[in-house]
Structure formats: C-alpha cells, structure tokens
T-cell receptor, first 115, second 112 residues
Framework: AQSVTQLDSQVPVFEEAPVELRCNYS??????LFWYVQYPNQGLQLLLK??????LVESINGFEAEFNKSQTSFHLRKPSVHISDTAEYFCAVSADNSGNTPLVFGKGTRLSVIA | ETGVTQSPTHLIKTRGQQVTLRCSSQ?????VSWYQQALGQGPQFIFQYYREEENGRGNFPPRFSGLQFPNYSSELNVNALELDDSALYLC???????????FGPGTRLTVT
C-alpha cells in the first residue's frame, strides 16, 4: 500500500521569498506523483505531475517539483511566491496509471504568504 | 466546456439520517470518483464509478453507497449518519478510471 507524508502542516513565508513544501512517499512499486492546490472554498486543482521521464516537472505558474527515487521524495518549490499562492497544497501518489489504483493523499500543507 | 459541479454546496443533517450528494461530471468524462476530506486531512478515496459500475472502493463501510447514471453523473448516498461523517465530500471526474481527475468544489456536510 502507498502512503504520503507531508512534513509541514503550515508554512508561512514572506512575499517574493522562496518556498519548499516537502513530500515523502512510501510504496513498494513504481509510483506516479502529483501536487494539487486547494484555494479557500474550492475543489482541488492539479498543479503538476510526475509520470515518467524527466524527474523535474514544472507548472505554468512557476512551481516545480523533483522526483527523487532514492529519497522517496517529491518536494514542491517556488523561487519567489506571491500573495495569490496562499492555499492548501496536497501531495498525492498513485501506484500505477493503468486505471486500477486510486490517489492517496497526504494531509496537506497550508502555505501562507505574508505581504 | 462545463466543469465538475456538485450539489448541494452545504448540508446539515442529524445523526442517524440519510443523505444524498450529487455530482455532474465534466463533459466527455465517463468516470466519477468520490473522496471524503475531513477537517485538517487530505482527501480519502471512497469509491469510483466507471460506466455505471463500481470500479474500486476505499476503506469505507457499506452505508456509503453510490450510483452512476447513463449521462455519467453520480450520487453518493450515506445512511445512518454519524458525527464523524462531517466532512467535505469531493467528486472528481476523468476520461477513464484514475486518469487525470478534475475535482468539483465539494459539498460540505455537517452532522449534528
């Protein structure tokens, strides 16, 4: 079975500062990894995903995450955050892309960007 | 293109009652997954429906049941509500089982 650990429940950061949200996973098989963002009173939006290929994946709004198999990590980073990045971020893992396993989510990290 | 919609937005029920939540999938999507998100937790998979059949279930008791209709919309039914059922219920649709999922805004259920 897969599991996801998000090491920080809350991360406050000043505007324009860099941020890293940590995610570690546990799985005995190959995995697919995702980051979702949840703005207040909204559903989840896919931010980025790792399925295969390059271990560094990027989103259109400046976030990036790197798959590290040896450390079983998929940390999310942004070099300069904006007030609008304030949200809850969820890391998720799926054991395969064959259509047979659901997403397993971490407990989330609340990113608060301070002006 | 219409996204995933859910109704109602909020709901308050009493312990022991039954509730039905509804989800309309995104146009062209044939799969609906339901998740429960308790306060301060990540979403937990309840079950998935693909072409009107249940296609996987998480660790939830049988009083959580569902349906998918020919137009691929879906219902989540919960019987004998308990206080711990208070949560945000999220629906996600996809173009195939466990392909990229698109989430609705959720239904917040409060059980008193």
């Amino acid at each position: 079975a897969q599991s996801v650990t998000q090491l920080d429940s809350q991360v406050p950061v000043f505007e324009e500062a860099p941020v890293e949200l940590r995610c570690n996973y546990s799985s005995s098989v190959s995995v697919y990894l995702f980051w979702y963002v949840q703005y207040p009173n909204q559903g989840l939006q896919l931010l980025l995903k790792y399925l295969s290929g390059s271990t560094l994946v990027e989103s259109i709004n400046g976030f990036e995450a790197e798959f590290n198999k040896s450390q079983t990590s998929f940390h999310l980073r942004k070099p300069s955050v904006h007030i609008s990045d304030t949200a809850e971020y969820f890391c998720a893992v799926s054991a395969d892309n064959s259509g047979n396993t659901p997403l397993v989510f971490g407990k989330g990290t609340r990113l608060s960007v301070i002006a | 293109e219409t996204g995933v919609t859910q109704s109602p937005t909020h709901l308050i029920k009493t312990r022991g009652q039954q509730v039905t939540l509804r989800c309309s999938s995104q146009s062209g999507h044939n799969t609906v997954s339901w998740y429960q998100q308790a306060l301060g937790q990540g979403p937990q998979f309840i079950f998935q429906y693909y072409r009107e059949e249940e296609n996987g279930r998480g660790n939830f008791p049988p009083r959580f049941s569902g349906l998918q209709f020919p137009n691929y919309s879906s219902e989540l039914n919960v019987n004998a509500l308990e206080l711990d059922d208070s949560a945000l219920y999220l629906c996600a649709s996809s173009n195939g089982p466990f392909y990229e999922q698109y989430f609705g805004p959720g239904t917040r259920l409060t059980v008193t």
